[in-house]
């Protein structure tokens, strides 16, 4: 108590420098956390960008299909996977899907695509696909009049087989009875636009794709949304839990490569991050220093009537804590209005970012717990580790010298 | 004379050797000959047995020559109609639900006819062995066996063909394919000697990929007629793979 008393009275007693120093941490604190603030949000963006619009933020397949795309290797007990899903109180919608390659062909063009099948409803749920459609409306499950059934196409096949809207496309593929899948589709709409990852792609209802591949009711992957993408992992392993046949994947696996270069680049940014704590702390450090070196004369009164070069270290330790948590403190109460502006409204991106046809303007940052907490806890350990060399130095002075010192 | 008897020495192994790949020849060509006649029509049930599916096909196929061949699938329903025809070394699927004819192309050939462990190659190629491989045969009491090995200008993927003939009745008993360095890759048995028309030959054709566990193909001739005069150049035009039926 008497250690905290003293700390606060030294504080307290080279006012402008205190301030000044502690300033100088307040902006060091609101630095780090606006550019972890933004830097998590992009990350976030990004991340929502392929997980909302395509991935899901869990996928359910049989065996290695991930790496390993196989026409047979599907998921057949469809009621568990998909009680499972419907119970678990986490996850907020899910969709089957069946895939395969495919060439097509236009009036006079061929062209290497990929036949992906989905549930005109639940699809909707789970990606963006209705929000991508370009031209034309969003297909149907009926078929049309002359008995063909309805496909949407990505902008890329529509260019290279010189096909629009209410033309007929061509599919042969191979059919999971190693028969030669082959039909007349018409294009409802026209998907996406030349930079999407689907600009390839030719969706076909579910029942339609599964009977254009001979797959009977099998579907390849279930993709699903979940209520944040951070516990994509924990819900993964407790869906994992209950469907042991099958192999659940959260979005980063599905997505490994881009998620170790996401890794890669945190540990750049937080090595950036690092380098603001230590310039400021260079700036503390001084402080500190010239705290202890001005009171030569007092500590060593404290040593000749009996203080331990111990408690001198905590002293010393203590006052700059105080001095970083207050400032950490102010720092919080600040820059709080700021990040909440950041993740609700955001910058203006001068040039809109086009993700597989879908426009983000706004840069966005992170409002969370986390970013708070992790350059406070960051701030306050650099502080203490900060304040022990002073503090050795403080405990060294012998009472003897340091009484003659002015 | 001691010249002459050198020179002798020196050509004898070379008259052995021609006579031999003469007789092999011989004995090959009527093994072709025996499924195809100068014409056939046939009708054939192909089975497909894989890990993931079982698959029958029924179709029916006609051929003329060595050179001319045409398949047709009557069922399952999904895949009726679908046709191939087979001009020399040129292959052609036609698919009545799409109103398409396409060619297989060339690096298509080391696939699959019709999800089976045939390969296109293996309907376009089969019947000119003769032409393409050097032909070496031993024999024991009751087998021929042949030896293929390509000839430097053939495109083949095999690195050898073992091909085994029983003597009496003169039939093929089984054909090894091996890769380029020797493996045995797949083994065709003919199973089941039956008579058509007078005629005995083997009724299934087995082909077993030894490098795809699990899988099979057997080819059962149903029904089989030579020499059809209904069979002919028409038959193998685009405008008959096109004639819905």
């Known amino acids: ?38 830097l998590e949000g992009s990350y976030g963006n990004i991340i929502d960008i392929f997980t909302l619009d395509n991935t899901g933020h869990i996928q359910v397949h049989k065996e290695d299909y991930l790496d390993k795309p196989k026409i047979y290797k599907s998921v057949q007990d469809r009621a568990t996977v998909e009680s499972t899903l419907s119970d678990h109180p986490k996850v907020k919608s899910f969709t089957p899907r069946v895939f395969s390659p495919a060439l097509a062909y236009g009036t006079d063009k061929t062209a290497p695509s990929r036949v992906i ?14 929000e991508k459609v370009s ?46 899948a082959n039909d007349i589709f018409v ?13 390839m792609a030719v969706y076909l209802p579910l029942a339609t794709a599964q009977e ?45 490569t881009f998620y170790r270069t996401m890794q890669s680049d945190r540990q750049g940014n937080n090595f950036m991050m690092g380098l603001i704590v230590f310039i400021v702390f260079i700036g503390v450090l001084n402080t500190v220093l010239m705290s202890v070196l001005e009171r030569t004369r007092e500590f060593g009164v404290l040593r000749a009537i009996g203080a331990r070069p111990a408690s001198l270290i905590r002293l010393i330790t203590l006052e700059t804590s105080i001095l970083a948590t207050i400032s950490v403190l102010l720092g919080m109460v600040l820059i709080a209005p700021m990040v909440y502006w950041l993740s609700q409204v955001g910058f203006l991106v001068p040039e809109p970012i086009d993700m597989g046809g879908i426009e983000f303007q706004h840069m966005k940052g992170e409002f969370s717990l986390q970013v708070f907490l992790t350059p406070m806890m960051f701030m306050l350990v650099t502080a203490i580790l900060i304040s022990i060399p002073p503090g050795i130095r403080a405990a060294r002075i012998l009472p003897k010298e340091a009484m003659g010192a002015h | 004379m001691k010249r002459f008897i050198l020179l002798l020495c ?48 029924k179709m029916t196929g006609q051929s003329l020559g060595k050179e001319l061949a045409f398949f047709r699938i009557l069922s399952p329903k999904k895949d009726r109609g679908v046709a191939t025809l087979k001009r020399d070394e040129e292959m052609w699927n036609y698919f009545p639900k799409i109103n398409k004819v396409i060619k297989v192309p060339p690096s298509m050939m080391m696939g699959s006819w019709m999800g089976s462990d045939f390969t296109n190659d293996d309907l376009v190629k089969e019947t000119q062995l003769i032409d393409a491989y050097h032909l070496s045969m031993t024999e024991d009491k009751a087998m021929y066996r042949v030896t293929l090995t390509p000839k430097e200008q053939t495109v083949t993927v095999w690195g050898k063909i073992d091909y085994v003939i029983s003597k009496d009745p003169l039939l093929p008993v089984s054909q090894s394919f091996y890769d380029e360095d020797g493996e045995k ?61």
Do not use: C
């Not at chain 1, 099948?117 to 696909?129: A, N, W, Y």
């Open chain 1, 212 to 256: 254009f591949l001979a797959m009977g009711g099998d579907v390849h992957e279930y993709a699903m949304l979940i209520d944040h993408r951070d516990n994509s992992r924990r819900v993964a392993d407790e869906l994992a839990g209950f469907l042991p046949d099958l192999t659940v994947s959260p979005w980063e696996e599905v997505q490994a």
């Open chain 1, 1 to 38: 108590m008497l250690t905290l008393r003293i700390a606060f009275r030294n504080i307290l007693r080279q006012k402008r420098r205190s301030l000044l120093t502690g300033l100088s941490m307040t902006g060091g604190y609101m630095l780090f956390v606006f550019a972890y603030s933004l």
């Open chain 2, 10 to 57: 020196l050509y004898l192994p070379f008259t052995t050797t021609a006579s031999e790949e003469a007789r092999a020849r011989s004995i090959i060509d009527e093994m072709e000959q025996l499924y195809r006649g100068d014409s056939s029509d046939a009708t054939i049930t192909m089975e497909v047995e894989t890990p993931q599916y079982q698959r029958t096909l």
């Open chain 1, 117 to 130: 099948g989905v549930d005109t409803e639940t699809e909707p749920t789970v990606s963006r696909l209705r």
């Open chain 1, 187 to 199: 294009v409802a709409a026209i998907i996406g636009n030349r930079t999407s990852f689907d600009r």
């Open chain 2, 185 to 245: 890759i797949r083994e065709l048995t003919f199973l089941e000697p039956r008579e058509y028309e007078g005629k005995l030959m083997p009724s299934i054709l087995e082909m077993t990929p030894l490098n795809k566990e699990g899988h099979k193909t057997r080819i059962i001739y149903d029904a089989i007629t030579f020499n059809v005069p209904g069979i002919t150049k028409q038959t193998f035009s685009m405008r008959n793979l096109k004639s819905r039926f």
């Open chain 1, 135 to 180: 031209e034309g409306n969003y297909f149907s499950t009926a078929p049309d009049a002359d008995g063909y059934y309805e496909a949407m196409i990505g902008h890329g096949l529509a260019t290279s087989l010189k096909i629009g809207v209410a033309d007929e496309i061509v599919l042969i593929s191979q059919g999971a009875d190693g028969s030669i």
